[in-house]
């Protein structure tokens, strides 16, 4: 038996500390190996309850993948073939950890079990990634690198959020959610319970939340924004029992995550509504929402429905013991406010000046309520509108504006930008990638992240205490689905949250996502593989198309073609940026040991007059829509007819665009054709009106056309106008919408342009 062991193959370690994700603080690697077998033991340094965790979660982890399972002890002097799990002061950080590996001894310090737990997450990553598969495959004979690892994150809150109303996740779904949160070292989970298009918690008081709110009559077919509009016909729902609750609570405890419920309030209601009419400003018996977007029918502020919420947050409170209530306060239509009787005068009574404080008015009642019964209440960023109740939390979502402003008036901010952190927003712009709800968000963005804005004062720095990704699921209808848009975002953003500023580096993330990739593909993850997808920017130079190819992979080979067919490893090789200066096909592909890895890069170049010509802008574009830069709308690309979000579109919110084109010397017009985006769903409108007017010395210019023929049924719309003059200066003027009407998604907002090429003939 003796020989029969030694001559078993030892499975070789990963790559070693190296590859672990998020990064640690501090680590180095030393010369061995530890080997890890059945007869290694576990030692505790006593019998608490959550130590006990630790080493059953480590336990269970072998058990899965090996069928085997360690001793585990709290008392002993084993001096080698051991784990020793060791409370310590020497940890100062409730989340730090130490790991230290030699030939002889594993060794986990930590002051608390949650630190030690979080340190038994990096030894996990140390073993062979097939330690992640249920399979009891892996032969349990391996070696672990010897290494010293000190460890502790950056921001206390590292947050993922999970919206089960749009579509419905089973407990096993959510439960898997929360194991990869953990392998990731995530520590809160935000659970999205309650929406416009289903109510997904039993509240005992209340049963038809649930029975009549927790069921859809059907389901939106697409996106939002084709028209006409079609449905499923299928009636779908479903909620989790106060008992599951319970299971997903206790689970997650289990893995040191605290579950923060949300409540949606005073908006996102007509689910409830539905349940008990009484509650709306309306006597109308409604339906749940069936298809996306944000509805007029929102909580009336009167005593019956306070008591409703008050009576609801009761029971929340009983399933939840985190410290937070996350109740809303986003995107709350104010129309049915404004024709209420009832809400003017109880305004007027309260010497509210209008419906933003009326808002301020219902938060501040509910925080109270919570306050009384020992919660804190965090919110969207619109909860600073009217006024922030005194001791909230303020969750920032558009953009990073809220957050600075809650942090610089000393409230505790959750940053969770759109522009960072929505992952139900595209991560590639392949024509392959599956419908998602808009935007682009790739990982290399995500990754870019700085959660602390310049503009927080030094002294409110303090109170941004971490950063959360925001998984909305109106077009995520499973949980394969789920996985790959998470999938490795998740893994950028939680090195934005764990890993010190100074240790990020996102060639080096790349290289340890790599290998990476392989420990969750052995959980069974569906993971996108877009970071080994090619991409290129093609800017405007002389006339021509300065073109540059890249990978996200060091040493990768990238080879390209311009006539459309599909590049092999002995087509062009991309050494350096290269130039188009006629109509072409671009494909280009990437190669790692001479294997495709990734998609291949391809735009079709249509070149008119103003291609390679230069232009520039009076009010410039968001930055985080103009990724292409301004030249963009001239270079003969079309963007994606299905997302604003790729390079080819410039956004811009309440703005016009004028833009000039310098076409070096007079040149012939005849006509000039434009491409918008409409997608009324994100708030993005065709403009009014568009003007050409042509110059031949910059200053005086003479209007050449117009119209304000622009409306469209799809999402694109393609106005032209005819000029037939000639001008060395050719100047567009594309006049915006406005403010969107109130009872429309976005009222009262500032209506997005979107623009994508301006084509010169």
Not at 119 to 148: A, D, H
Not at 318 to 332: A, K, N, R, T, V
Request: charged share 25%.
């Amino acid at each position: 038996m003796i020989t029969s062991c030694e001559t078993e193959p030892v499975t070789p370690a990963l790559q070693g500390v190296a590859d672990i994700i998020p990064a640690p603080l501090k680590f180095s690697k030393k010369e061995g190996n530890f080997l890890l077998d059945e007869n290694v033991q576990i030692s505790l340094p006593n019998e608490n309850a959550e130590w006990q965790l630790v080493a059953n979660y480590l336990n269970d982890k072998i058990f899965d993948s090996t069928s085997k399972r360690l001793k585990i002890i709290t008392s002993g002097n084993l001096e080698k073939d051991i784990i020793r799990i060791i409370q310590s002061d020497d940890v100062t950080q409730k989340e730090g950890y130490q790991l230290n590996i030699n030939a002889y001894e594993i060794v986990v310090k930590a002051k608390t079990a949650n630190g030690a737990f979080l340190g038994v997450q990096t030894l996990l990553q140390l073993m062979p990634s097939e330690i992640y598969s249920k399979n009891k495959t892996t032969n349990f004979r391996f070696n672990i690198p010897q290494v010293e690892i000190n460890d502790a994150p950056r921001f206390s809150y590292r947050g993922m959020h999970l919206d089960v109303a749009r579509h419905f996740f089973s407990v096993d779904d959510v439960k898997r959610y929360i194991d990869l949160m953990a392998m990731h070292k995530y520590n809160t989970f935000h659970w999205h319970l309650t929406e416009d298009q289903g109510w997904r918690i039993e509240i005992k008081k209340y049963p038809k939340l649930t029975e009549i709110g927790g069921f859809r009559n059907e389901t939106l077919v697409g996106h939002y924004n084709d028209q006409p509009h079609q449905f499923d016909g299928k009636r779908y729902g479903g909620f989790y029992t106060q008992e599951q609750i319970k299971e997903v609570v206790k689970y997650a405890s289990e893995r040191f995550i605290t579950v923060i419920p949300e409540i949606e309030l005073p908006g996102h209601a007509q689910a409830a509504i539905t349940a008990y009419p009484e509650l709306g400003c309306t006597d109308n018996q409604l339906e749940v929402m069936t298809k996306w977007g944000v509805s007029n029918n929102v909580f009336c502020p009167t005593e019956e429905t306070f008591t409703f919420l008050e009576n609801v947050l009761l029971e929340v409170i009983e399933l939840f013991p985190s410290e937070y209530i996350h109740i809303g306060g986003d995107e709350c239509p104010k129309t049915h406010w404004k024709e209420s009787a009832f809400c003017q005068k109880l305004m007027k009574e309260n010497g509210l000046k209008d419906e933003m404080e009326l808002q301020s008015y219902f938060i501040g009642r509910i925080e109270k309520f919570l306050n009384s019964k020992g919660k804190q209440i965090i919110g969207w960023d619109e909860i600073l509108e009217g006024g922030l109740a005194p001791n909230a939390s303020v969750m920032s979502w558009r953009g990073v504006q809220g957050g600075i402003d809650a942090a610089t008036q000393g409230h505790d901010v959750i940053m969770s930008p759109t522009s960072h952190c929505y992952f139900d927003y595209y991560q590639s712009q392949h024509k392959d990638e599956p419908l998602a709800i808009g935007g682009y968000l790739p990982i290399e963005k995500v990754y870019s992240y700085q959660p602390i804005p310049d503009e927080v004062p030094a002294d409110k720095v303090h109170h941004i205490k971490g950063v959360q990704c925001n998984l909305w699921t109106e077009y995520i209808p499973t949980a394969r689905k789920l996985d790959y848009m998470t999938y490795p975002r998740a893994c950028a953003l939680a090195e934005v949250a764990w890993t010190a500023k100074s240790n990020r580096d996102f060639p080096d993330f790349v290289k340890r996502l790599n290998t990476h990739l392989l420990r969750l593909e052995a959980y069974g993850v569906n993971t996108a593989m877009n970071v080994f997808d090619i991409d290129g920017d093609l800017t405007s130079q002389d006339g021509q198309l300065m073109t540059t190819l890249k990978s996200n992979v060091a040493n990768s080979t990238i080879t390209y073609t311009l006539d459309g067919s599909t590049p092999t490893l002995q087509s062009n090789i991309y050494n350096n940026t290269f130039t188009i200066n006629a109509s072409s096909q671009l494909r280009a592909v990437g190669f790692i040991n001479d294997k495709q890895r990734g998609r291949s890069f391809e735009k079709d170049i249509n070149f008119h007059k103003a291609t390679g010509k230069t232009i520039s802008i009076k009010e410039q574009p968001e930055p985080r829509y103009s990724a292409g830069g301004i030249g963009a709308i001239i270079n003969g690309i079309n963007g994606s007819d299905e997302r604003y979000g790729d390079k080819e579109w410039l956004g811009f919110e309440g703005k016009n665009m004028e833009a000039v084109i310098d076409m070096k010397e007079e040149t012939e017009i005849r006509k000039v054709s434009f491409r918008f985006f409409k997608g009324e769903g994100q708030w993005i409108y065709l403009p009014k009106k568009v003007s050409v007017f042509v110059s031949n010395d910059g200053e005086k210019y003479t209007l050449a056309a117009e119209s304000t023929d622009i409306a469209t049924e799809s999402k694109i719309a393609n106005p032209t106008v005819e000029v037939n003059s000639k001008g060395k200066y050719i100047k567009v003027l594309v006049e915006r919408f406005g403010k969107i009407p109130d009872g429309l998604q976005g009222g009262g907002h500032e209506a997005w342009l979107f623009v994508d090429e301006i084509i010169v003939e």
